[in-house]
């Protein structure tokens, strides 16, 4: 993982987050603060903002959760149960790679996910009322709010634990202990709801164009989601968990029924929660990347429990998971730094478009070209400015983290909000235009705007743009231009 890391730029959602730590808040206009704190600390409070140590985070904690995996099916199971968890947790590129390398919020959220499972493990299988059970109780509170305030999904803990009480468990709900772990959450995520009270609810304002139920069906979407997870969960994975859960459904098992039932209770609802909004609307298959994870858990501790032929067959399914995500990590570098040209559009209008390698590919070579672009303009005393600004937090983000920040520019990003995000909380912290000065507009052709349409009554001028072309292995990959606008009316 930190070879990966050391491998190749910051994505844009990765870069787009650690604008998040530049300025804490309680919440943000996409998700709760738990990546931003984990960011700032990571950098050193922003001394080092190298990808690396940006990304630190998610690599320390996708250790961390190698061994919750493991010590979760070894307390159920076994010695050797806990050794596969490990290994199949390893070789989801979702766990492993997209919340283990890349620095999102999914990589807190897995791993209080995941400290929460453990908890509720132990207190489903707890027989009597006693101080640990209570001690539990709290615990998986306080777990579960701080998996809240990493990412909302988090929510799904407690809707797995409430079933299971409703269900199984009534005896419960005469425990005082229950109420104080349901206000502990509830206490913990409670700066989230006062940030949106100030904000007009922006956040689920959002969030709710994405998953509110407001056209007609398309199995597109529900065809994207259900390949995604295969991809997203290794499809090896994919297919030990199907097949651990047909055979559940088939077959009795010595797991002891709590344990079966809270594992399905806290990973299937989310999973099917997705997919009946991908219906209708498109989604993404990281959303139930921690129930997919839990899932693996149930998949390790039934092993044993196989005939011997397909005990033998899944072990050998396992080694090819963990060789297909190491042939994955080491491909997935060598195509992003290596391959010749794009994989998007060869037009030279939208070069590159369409091509997600380019958002992690050499940005360092932008800030060089920029750098001789601005300095020669200083030279011929075409303008002064130190600002440069962008309508879009992608690629905003990059432009910001990559070239005006290493410079000891400012950066603005000037649009919609739909289109700025958390940027419009980030300018009033910043230095702001004035009238009459002048700022630089950056754009690249794979996600190319034209500041004429943006910004033509905002200023007095808007220069032809000076071109730079990106080579990647000797071929043209991407183009950035770089616009001067003049005369900042206000």
Known sequence: RIANAFCINLGNDEVYYLTYAQQLQWN?????PMVALLIRLTTLNLYCTSDICVRLGAIILAAWNTYLVFAIAKQIKNEKAGYIAALLYTASLYSSIIAGVFI?????????????????????????????????????????????????????????????????????????????????????????????VDNNFITYTFHSERVVINNGADLTHLIQEFTGGILYNNPINYFLIGATLFSLYKTKTTIAAPVVRILLLVSLPLIIVVLCISVFRATLPHWTGPAFVTLLILVAITFEEMTLYFKQLSIRLVGFSVGLIVIISVAGCLVINNIPGTLGSKNQETLGQGDPTLDMYNWDFFRAQFKKIHNENLKLRLTKTSFVINNKWFPGSHIDNYIVQPLHL????????????????????????????????????????????????????????????QYRNHKPARVMYVYLLKGYKG
């Not at 943000?28 to 709760?32: E, G, I, R, S």
């Not at 101080?131 to 305030?149: A, K, V, Y």
């Open 28 to 32: 943000y206009f996409d998700h709760p």
């Open 410 to 469: 400012n950066f603005i990003a000037k649009g919609k909000l739909e289109d700025i995000h958390t940027y419009a909380w980030l300018n009033k912290y910043r230095n702001k235009l004035k009238m009459g000065d002048d700022a630089y507009f950056i754009t690249f052709s794979n996600s190319f705007s034209n500041p004429k349409d943006l910004y033509l009554n905002q200023f007095d001028t808007i220069q032809l743009p000076k071109k730079v072309i």
């Open 104 to 196: 999102l919020p999914d990589s807190p959220q897995l791993f209080f996910w995941l400290l929460a499972v453990s908890v509720v493990l132990k207190i489903v299988t707890s027989q009597n009322k006693n101080t640990t059970l209570n001690f539990h109780l709290i615990g998986f509170g306080i777990l579960t709010g701080l998996c809240i305030m990493s990412k909302v999904h988090g929510v799904f803990l407690w809707i797995g634990f409430g079933l299971y009480i409703l269900f199984y468990k009534r005896s419960l709900l005469s425990n005082g202990f229950l109420y104080l772990s349901i206000m502990l959450t509830i206490t913990i995520i409670f700066p989230i709801v006062l940030w949106n």
